[in-house]
């Protein structure tokens, strides 16, 4: 019995041992894979000190008190900093990696749960945490080609005026834009930057954005112009460019980071003929980690098909026969984020249609009219641009579907001729949509004594498929 009994009391213990340990281990690993996941958002807190510079009760970007300032009179600096450019007037423009700001109340850092990180995410299509807990002015990596960091630009380039039209865009990451663009442009390039407010209503844009500019950049640099009614992003770059007084117009989008010398690479081509917009390379900047990626020896152009949906494709071989991998070379389309023009050359084209509407088009009605009335679109290698990967997050007052149909078809009526057939037998609908006068841009291809679009699809898209006119399979 006693021997019965002592086993029932060993076994026990061995039963509540084993569940201590089962309880222990499942604990560790539960708070491990917790802090696993945590680290998707890098807490700030953990970083070095001289990394953050926060007050407790800070709204938006605070003073940098921890930043080095230049005596009166001195110039000389590192040759790696943006000061040798000139910008002893900001404070924090030589402190790569130093401007932060704490947005949380009470100067604390929280981790947001998934529910309410994946909330932000659809409002914002990307990570508005995470751009707050990286540096407004990061550096990033030198994605250029082997072979561009020798190349010598003319020393007489033309100025620049940046215009960047936003609506909502979270405010860390329009000012980290114009954090890259001050920090690696050479001030006698960069004539101004003007941030076009196309009527946001983040609270933030609206009340903290001017007082922030005004302290942080050197005076008149950086300009802010509102619109007082929603206008689009086309329109909203008209506006910015009415505001523009640099001899090259860069047309940018508010969620991007340019590169080690991106502009001279471009500015050279313009140079050499005025008649020309140049891109360069977009790099991609992920919507979540906010990791800045890019492809070794990658290039890319952009095409279109008849349901004007434009996409990424390779050069043709002809095309890249006995070029280096530092040569520009000819483009099709042009995408919207970031290109330059020659200021005089751009308003001697007609601009952009105005009335068109918010979003959607204006690149490829832009490409056609530059090509067949005499100028050229290249893609540029050596000049690398970061750009925020993410869905189109723009709000469309009567719906993306009609916005784009209304652009698409002023720029077919305009530039397709008979070939707008192939257009309208996508988008029956389109054919008989009023669109407003095109009067205006008719005008302006007479004017310009442009080409047709078979000259075109001949000279610059050979790839796109155009079938006979007497065909009798075209749409079955």
């Avoid at 960069?190 to 922030?212: N, P, T």
């Avoid at 802010?224 to 009415?242: D, N, Q, S, Y």
């Avoid at 001899?247 to 080690?260: R, Y």
Wanted: charged share 25%.
């Amino acid at each position: 019995m006693r021997l019965h009994l002592r086993r029932l009391v060993i076994t026990f213990f061995i039963i509540v041992i084993s569940i201590f340990f089962l309880f222990a281990v499942y604990s560790y690993g539960t708070s491990h894979f917790r802090k696993s996941r945590r680290k998707r958002i890098p807490d700030v807190h953990s970083r070095d000190p001289s990394l953050r510079d926060w007050t407790s009760d800070a709204i938006f970007w605070d003073g940098n008190s921890g930043v080095r300032k230049l005596p009166p009179g001195v110039t000389s600096v590192d040759q790696n900093s943006v000061l040798r450019f000139g910008f002893v007037q900001s404070e924090v423009v030589d402190e790569t990696g130093k401007v932060q700001k704490n947005w949380t109340a009470g100067g604390k850092t929280s981790f947001l749960d998934e529910e309410l990180l994946m909330a932000e995410l659809v409002n914002y299509n990307l990570n508005i945490h995470q751009s707050d807990r990286i540096p407004l002015n990061r550096d990033v990596p030198d994605s250029r080609p082997l072979g561009c960091a020798a190349i010598e630009y003319p020393s007489s380039l033309p100025t620049t005026s940046v215009v960047i039209p936003f609506h909502n865009e979270w405010p860390s990451v329009v000012i980290r834009t114009v954090y890259s663009l001050i920090n690696r442009t050479p001030k006698h390039l960069l004539k101004e930057i003007i941030l076009v407010d196309d009527a946001s209503d983040v609270y933030i844009l609206k009340v903290r954005l001017k007082s922030f500019i005004e302290k942080n950049f050197p005076k008149g640099l950086v300009k802010l112009v509102r619109l007082e009614h929603r206008e689009g992003l086309i329109r909203a770059r008209m506006e910015g460019l009415k505001h523009a007084t640099g001899e090259v117009i860069s047309f940018f989008d508010s969620h991007m980071e340019v590169n080690v010398d991106w502009l001279q690479p471009l500015l050279a081509e313009i140079v050499k003929n005025n008649q020309t917009v140049a891109m360069g390379q977009l790099d991609y900047i992920h919507r979540d980690t906010l990791n800045y990626n890019y492809f070794d020896d990658y290039r890319t152009r952009y095409g279109f098909r008849w349901d004007m949906q434009f996409f990424e494709t390779y050069f043709r071989p002809d095309q890249l026969e006995g070029k280096m991998a530092t040569d520009p070379l000819p483009g099709v389309l042009m995408v919207g984020p970031g290109f330059v023009v020659d200021a005089n050359y751009f308003k001697h084209i007609g601009a952009y249609d105005n009335d068109m509407l918010i979003w959607g088009g204006e690149n490829i009605e832009l490409a056609w009219r530059v090509w067949m009335c005499g100028g050229q679109l290249v893609h540029v290698p050596c000049s690398r641009i970061g750009h925020i990967e993410r869905v189109q997050p723009y709000t469309f007052p009567r719906g993306r579907q009609l916005t784009e149909m209304h652009n698409y078809k002023r720029a077919v009526d305009v530039w397709l001729g008979h070939y707008k057939k192939y257009v309208y037998s996508l988008f029956p609908g389109m054919k008989d949509m009023d669109t407003g006068d095109l009067s205006e841009r008719l005008a302006i291809k007479e004017r310009l004594k442009c080409n047709d679009f078979s000259w075109f699809i001949k000279h610059v898209w050979p790839e796109l498929l155009a079938y006979q006119e007497d065909s009798k399979v075209w749409g079955q």
